[in-house]
C-alpha cells in the first residue's frame, strides 16, 4: 500500500502529534517545489546542494531529488520537493527517523539504507527500500550508488561506529562522482577514493574524525570541493589549508571548501 506525499506528511504528523509537529501537514501544503543552494556544474544540468541541518542535506539535478539523513521536524522539509531517493547512513538518532521518513515519503519515493536500518523500518517503508551492505552497488530512481564502508579506527573509538555496519554514499549524478561519508573516520577506504568531485566530510570527536585528520584524508583522495558537515563542536578553521599539500600525482588544483553551507 501506498501513500500520495500529503497522506504521507498526514500519517507522519499524527504519529507525532505529542511531539508538537501536527503543523507539518500547513507547512508542507504551501510546498514550492524548489531546491535552491550552491550550483555544481554536470554534464546533465546543475546539481544543487542545499544543507538541512547538521548531517542532514538535500541534492537536486533536474527531476531527481534526494535527501541524506533527514531527520527532525517535517517542516524542516517544507519548501523542498518530495524526494526521488532517500538515504540513510546508520541507525543514530541524528541520521535516521522512521517518523520524519514517513511524513516525507512520496508515492514515488527510493531509501537506501545499510541493513541495519533497513531491519528497523516498518514494513511499508521495507517495501520501498533497498538494503545495500558495504561494498554492494546498485541503480534507485535512476541514480548508480554505491556504499562505502563508514567506521571508527581509532582504539578509544570503537564502539561508536563499528566496521561493517555503516555506510557512506557515492552517487553518480551527471558525469560527477559525488561522497557522502556518513559517520566515519580517516579509513583505506575512503583514501582509496577516485574521481570525487564533490565530497561531505563529518570532522567532529569523539564520533568521527578531527579536523586534522580530515585534512589529511582529503589531501589524499583529493575532492573537487568538500563541505564541512557534521562538524558541531569542532574548530573547522584548520582545515581551510587541506588542499595545499601534496596529493597523490599532483594532479589538478586544491580542493575548494565550501564554507557558506555548512551543515552545524
Known sequence: MTHSRREAIRMGAAALAGAGVASALAAIAQETTMVEG????TGAGDLIVQPVNHASLVLGLGDIVIYADPVGDPTLYAGLPAPTLILVTHEHGDHFNVATLAAIFDTETRLVANPRVFDMLPAELQARATALANGQSATEAGVPIEAIPAYNNSPDRLQYHPQGRDNGYILSLGDRRIYIAGDTEDTPEM????NIALAFLPMNLPYTMSVEQAASVVIEF????????HYRGSDYGGFQGAGRGRRRGNRGSAP??????RLP
Open 191 to 194: 583514501r582509496a577514493l577516485t
Open 38 to 41: 550552491d550550483r555544481v556544474t
Open 256 to 261: 575548494r571548501l565550501v564554507s557558506g553551507l
Open 222 to 229: 583529493a575532492p573537487g570541493i568538500v563541505y564541512p558537515y
